[in-house]
């Protein structure tokens, strides 16, 4: 190894450490791989750093950090800290594996809730054979999408496929075939009036937070079925319960909170109407994250420009 070997510091909780490191070592065994809470390191030696959400002040005290890289498609972990080097670039990671995992959990769930899955279930329970199930024909439900970016719209393209009527919410206009474009705040309204199912896919960042919320809740169609898998930040957790209590929204698929782990005490948990899962719509592999990790350094090396670079500004 010499004094040129680049040198990466994984920011994880030091469980998960091993995981991330393992398939850098067997990728790249020049590179010089340390783990915070694991091994010593010179703050000063750090060129790169792979997180999801790094300890707040962490990256301000690494003086020649050169680019952060996430291990998430979202990046509000690393705006929670108020002290984020603003200088340093961010790299997303954005990956197809990722987004088909994301679509799968989206259209199961929407599935669930337009094939009316829980009441049959229930009559298993019973041992009840009841055939009297007449639903719309799916081109006549509409789901719309808000955030129609790299996951929003493999989730669209899906459903327009199983015959949804679909629409998508984004800050600036798309063409996606078979899916209706609304556009910007001016247009959330006529969105939100059309959605028999909402997914939430959008990134958490200040204009974004609690955008589910009780005046949001109001503009859907009643029955309208919520599917968040974005983050936690974007629900008003307490105004989704009592929109579903006063039967305005028909439940909700909720994959992500906003305390994570969800608490025991969450009346989430026991909702009759609401589905939880522990954040696993999609989980980056490591071995991909690895290789996308290994090509930005040797592009930063080579002076070439790298892809998904996150907006500091935007915030995604
Ligand atoms: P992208 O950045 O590709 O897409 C984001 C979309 O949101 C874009 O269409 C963007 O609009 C739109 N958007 C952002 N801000 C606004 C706004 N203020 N008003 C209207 N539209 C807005 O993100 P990804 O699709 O890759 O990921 C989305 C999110 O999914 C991540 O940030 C993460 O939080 C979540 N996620 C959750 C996972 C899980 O396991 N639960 C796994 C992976 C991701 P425009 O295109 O016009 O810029
Ligand atoms: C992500 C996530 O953002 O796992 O990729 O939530």
Redesign the pocket.
Same mark, same amino acid.
């Given at each position: 190894m010499t004094a040129e070997n680049p040198t990466l510091l994984i920011a994880v909780p030091p469980k998960w450490a091993a995981h991330w490191a393992e398939p850098l070592a067997e990728l790249a065994p020049d590179l010089r791989v340390f783990a915070t809470g694991r091994d010593e390191y010179d703050p000063a030696g750090i060129d790169y750093v792979l997180s999801f959400r790094p300890r707040p002040g962490l990256l301000k005290t690494l003086p020649n950090l050169k680019f952060v890289f996430s291990i998430? =498609? #979202?990046?509000?972990g690393f705006f929670a800290d108020p002290e984020y080097p603003r200088h340093v670039p961010l790299v &997303?990671f954005?990956d197809r594996t990722? +987004?088909v995992e994301?679509a799968q959990y989206i259209v199961m769930h929407a599935l669930i809730h337009y094939r009316e899955q829980r009441m049959f279930d229930a009559q298993q329970r019973e041992k009840s054979w009841r055939q009297n199930y007449i639903t719309q024909p799916a081109r006549d439900t509409r789901i719309g999408i /808000? #955030? /129609? #970016?790299?996951?929003?719209?493999m989730a669209a393209e899906r459903l327009r496929d199983l015959d949804f009527k679909m629409s998508g919410? +984004? &800050?600036?206009r798309?063409n996606v075939p078979g899916v209706k474009s609304f556009? #910007?705040?001016a247009e959330l309204g006529a969105f939100l009036a059309q959605c028999d199912i909402l997914v939430c896919? /959008?990134? /958490?960042?200040p204009?974004?937070r609690h955008i589910l919320r009780a005046k949001t809740f109001a503009q859907l169609p009643k029955g309208a079925f919520i599917i968040n898998? =974005?983050?936690g930040g974007h629900v008003n957790e307490p105004d989704l319960i009592a929109a579903i209590d006063a039967g305005h929204l028909s439940g909700a698929a909720l994959?992500?909170f906003e305390t994570e782990p969800l608490p025991e005490t969450s009346p989430l948990w026991t909702h009759p109407k609401i589905t939880v899962t522990p954040?696993?719509? =999609?989980?980056s592999h490591p071995k991909i994250a690895a290789e996308q990790v290994i090509a930005c350094i040797a592009k930063v090396r080579a002076g070439e420009p790298l892809d998904n670079l996150v907006d500091i500004e &935007?915030g995604?």
């Amino acid at each position: 190894m010499t004094a040129e070997n680049p040198t990466l510091l994984i920011a994880v909780p030091p469980k998960w450490a091993a995981h991330w490191a393992e398939p850098l070592a067997e990728l790249a065994p020049d590179l010089r791989v340390f783990a915070t809470g694991r091994d010593e390191y010179d703050p000063a030696g750090i060129d790169y750093v792979l997180s999801f959400r790094p300890r707040p002040g962490l990256l301000k005290t690494l003086p020649n950090l050169k680019f952060v890289f996430s291990i998430g =498609a #979202g990046v509000d972990g690393f705006f929670a800290d108020p002290e984020y080097p603003r200088h340093v670039p961010l790299v &997303r990671f954005v990956d197809r594996t990722l +987004s088909v995992e994301m679509a799968q959990y989206i259209v199961m769930h929407a599935l669930i809730h337009y094939r009316e899955q829980r009441m049959f279930d229930a009559q298993q329970r019973e041992k009840s054979w009841r055939q009297n199930y007449i639903t719309q024909p799916a081109r006549d439900t509409r789901i719309g999408i /808000l #955030g /129609l #970016g790299e996951i929003g719209t493999m989730a669209a393209e899906r459903l327009r496929d199983l015959d949804f009527k679909m629409s998508g919410w +984004s &800050r600036t206009r798309k063409n996606v075939p078979g899916v209706k474009s609304f556009a #910007g705040e001016a247009e959330l309204g006529a969105f939100l009036a059309q959605c028999d199912i909402l997914v939430c896919v /959008l990134p /958490l960042t200040p204009d974004t937070r609690h955008i589910l919320r009780a005046k949001t809740f109001a503009q859907l169609p009643k029955g309208a079925f919520i599917i968040n898998v =974005a983050r936690g930040g974007h629900v008003n957790e307490p105004d989704l319960i009592a929109a579903i209590d006063a039967g305005h929204l028909s439940g909700a698929a909720l994959d992500v909170f906003e305390t994570e782990p969800l608490p025991e005490t969450s009346p989430l948990w026991t909702h009759p109407k609401i589905t939880v899962t522990p954040h696993v719509a =999609a989980i980056s592999h490591p071995k991909i994250a690895a290789e996308q990790v290994i090509a930005c350094i040797a592009k930063v090396r080579a002076g070439e420009p790298l892809d998904n670079l996150v907006d500091i500004e &935007r915030g995604y």
